[in-house]
């Protein structure tokens, strides 16, 4: 994003690195990841006035853990899936503990996915329950929970419609005893991550490695 001349914010997309001069995507071009020197990088960017925020993305608890020890400027943001069925509570807390914003993506389950997990999130069972009971749609509760986590939630429509009805979100809430009632979602990631991850190539061998547990 521009703001008079400056990028706003400049974030590490994912926790991988390709082999300088790789166009488009194979497993062959991973490579293994500096993320101290990446950062050192962005924090360059950051003091030169070019960005105004430096973040990541995609980074779990102990990433972003690792990066805090070494960051002269520490992240303003991690991005991350976040929605009602992938709470992420570790991440979460250790987020609002360090001082770091937890922006979600996905965060009403990306019900136009291609993969099979997507679309079940704006059919659950608990959420259809709380948003008959409020009144609003299942993806409003899911964006509304989001807010109310503290989170900021980044919902992608291209109808007029169901934008509008995503920005009606901020003048009611959702009540303590439904809003416990979120615990008994079923959790599942939906964005792997699964192409970086190869038994050859690049830093990780499974995605227990690339999210360190967290999946
Ligand atoms: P559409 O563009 O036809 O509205 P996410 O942001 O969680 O990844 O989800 C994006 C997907 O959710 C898009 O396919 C979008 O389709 C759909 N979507 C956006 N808003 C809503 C809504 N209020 N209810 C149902 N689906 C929605």
């Not at 994912?14 to 020197?37: A, M, N």
């Not at 009602?84 to 389950?109: D, E, I, R, T």
């Not at 059919?123 to 609003?136: C, T």
């Not at 807010?147 to 009805?165: A, D, F, I, W, Y």
Request: with cysteine; net charge positive; proline share 7%.
């Amino acid at each position: 994003m521009l703001l008079n001349g400056a990028v706003k914010i400049v974030k590490i997309h994912w926790p991988v690195s390709l082999k300088r001069g790789s166009i488009g995507f194979k497993p062959e071009y991973l490579t293994q990841p500096d993320i101290p020197s990446t950062w050192r990088a962005m924090e360059t960017l950051y003091d030169s006035g070019k960005a105004r925020a430096i973040g990541v993305s995609n980074f779990s608890t102990k990433k972003l853990r690792d990066l805090l020890k070494v960051a002269r400027v520490p992240p303003a943001v991690n991005q991350v899936e976040c929605h009602p069925s992938w709470q992420q509570p570790q991440l979460h807390s250790f987020c609002k503990s360090n001082g770091v914003h937890l922006s979600a993506y996905a965060p009403m389950g990306s019900p136009g996915g291609t993969s099979g997990k997507s679309r079940q999130l704006l059919k659950d069972p608990v959420l259809n329950m709380i948003a008959e009971k409020l009144g609003k749609s299942p993806a409003q509760v899911a964006l509304r929970w989001g807010l109310q986590m503290g989170h900021s939630v980044l919902p992608k429509s291209t109808n007029e419609g169901r934008l509008k009805e995503n920005f009606d979100v901020f003048d009611w809430s959702i009540p303590e005893d439904l809003f416990a009632k979120f615990s008994e979602i079923e959790q599942v990631r939906l964005v792997t991550g699964s192409n970086f991850v190869h038994e050859t190539f690049g830093a990780y061998r499974s995605l227990e490695e690339l999210w360190d547990g967290e999946i």
